[in-house]
């Protein structure tokens, strides 16, 4: 069963810096492509950042680019952003995501979300 577990989220200040995890199982975390996403209040979910499979290529959406950092540690079945230089905007439920191929074809996994609040 796949299963994706998010944590570190929380309360931090404008300009403050956060940590999260995404902890993996029941798939081969080394072979999938992952994900951050975020949907803040009224608004639609946003793709935060990409990273391959080996971890070698990233993509960050403008929005955080140079701010935040998407990595992974495929011994850990752990993928991480660091978010630095927080701002209220980035205020939102942080999702992990997951491409998960199997026999029949590629499927998608959603963690639970973890909240993730600036203040100004």
């Known amino acids: 069963q796949v299963r994706l577990v998010e944590s570190g989220g929380g309360l931090v200040q404008f300009g403050g810096s956060l940590r999260l995890s995404c902890a993996a199982s029941?798939?081969?975390?080394?072979?999938?492509?992952m994900r951050w996403y975020r949907q803040a209040p009224g608004k639609e979910r946003e793709l935060v950042a990409t990273?391959?499979?080996?971890?070698?290529?990233?993509i960050h959406a403008d929005s955080v680019k140079g701010r935040f950092t998407i990595s992974r540690d495929n011994a850990k079945s752990t993928m991480y952003l660091q978010m630095n230089s927080l701002k209220p905007e980035d205020t939102a439920v942080y999702y992990c995501?997951?491409?998960?191929?199997?026999?029949?074809?590629?499927?998608?996994?959603w963690g639970q979300g973890t909240q993730v609040t600036v203040s100004s």
């Open positions: 990273i391959t499979s080996t971890g070698g290529a990233t």
């Open positions: 029941g798939f081969t975390f080394s072979r999938s492509v």
């Open positions: 995501f997951a491409v998960v191929w199997s026999m029949t074809g590629p499927s998608d996994y």
